[in-house]
């Protein structure tokens, strides 16, 4: 596990690079401000595109495309149309994602409540350990699409662009609402 | 949160009619013989067909089918001639999953380490309260794949299936190495 120190380096250079999705820089501010917790990773949300045999594999799986923000049917036509896959093709929707590193329990409820009212209901602590409490945020926001495998192809995607354009939608909502509850409690405290 | 012999009593109730899933009881039996725990709920994993605008949508959704074995293209031809859905109809395969409710945390620790070594990777505690602590054990097995939606029709529905099929059959493989890891750590014990 990693320290603040080292996270916070981390955003910082992520930031100056231009690799930090620039929909999550505040919400790891306010996170960093936090006295007895900090920010392990995070993710906004976002829509990629994987050639793997299932979307949850992570050996044998390739992120061939991967974006923040809402994807255009040109973006997803490129890819069907260019080399075939070596597994399957999966268009997926997430939500946000935040691993948080807490040094109390009482830290780790404190965040799992404030997350759970922002709608992040799929959150939990995931480790206890000497080192802290390792805590997961994540909602159940997730599409996982069939685009391509074996003889068969997603013809229309209009509509299945549609749908993960309204899925990372409804994650950065979500996000909005745990900032908005974050910031709120930490004036109040 | 309900006490241990309100749960297995809703087991056995469960059992005499028939509402109980075959593929799950012998992992029941196993997790009621642990001292400090008890489970809550469970699913041994499932193919859903579910009318909701997102699958991870609970108000204005429903399940319109739902199976714990593998399904055959039929069912699925049957419900898409039938009549047409409220939202979109997603085909949803899931993992198992379990809820879990620990005396002790010493023993949701324990019960976690039994289930990510089984590959329930997803696994963690939900709530910690003086009632007790509340864990879930999940794997990262999710399809949840576009059937109608508007004018979109998923037409060869041959490979969609066989996915689904595949997911579910990943789901009862880890079931198996969750039972035996369960039962091998309660003879050391």
Redesign the interface.
């Known amino acids: 596990m990693k320290t603040r120190d080292e996270m916070l380096k981390k955003m910082l250079e992520d930031l100056e690079i231009g690799y930090l999705d620039p929909d999550i820089y505040h919400i790891l501010q306010a996170l960093f401000r936090r006295k007895e917790s900090f920010p392990a990773s995070s993710c906004s949300g976002r829509i990629t595109v994987v050639d793997a045999?299932?979307?949850?594999h992570r050996k044998a799986s390739t992120v061939i495309f991967k974006k923040h923000s809402a994807v255009e049917e040109g973006e997803i036509y490129f890819i069907l149309r260019s080399s075939p896959p070596i597994s399957?093709l999966w268009l997926v929707a997430t939500g946000p994602i935040f691993h948080i590193s807490a040094l109390t329990?009482r830290e780790a409820?404190s965040i799992?409540k404030i997350a759970r009212e922002a709608g992040m209901k799929h959150?939990?602590?995931?480790?206890?350990s000497k080192r802290g409490i390792f805590v997961?945020l994540k909602?159940?926001?997730?599409?996982?699409?069939?685009l391509k495998?074996?003889?068969?192809v997603?013809?229309?995607i209009?509509?299945?662009v549609r749908?993960v354009n309204?899925?990372l939608a409804?994650g950065k909502n979500r996000l909005a609402r745990f900032y908005a509850l974050l910031t709120a409690s930490q004036k109040s405290a």
């Open positions: 045999l299932m979307p949850w399957r329990l409820t799992l959150s939990g602590i995931l480790s206890i997961e909602t159940g926001i997730r599409v996982t699409n069939l495998s074996g003889s068969f997603v013809e229309d209009h509509e299945v749908v309204e899925a409804e």
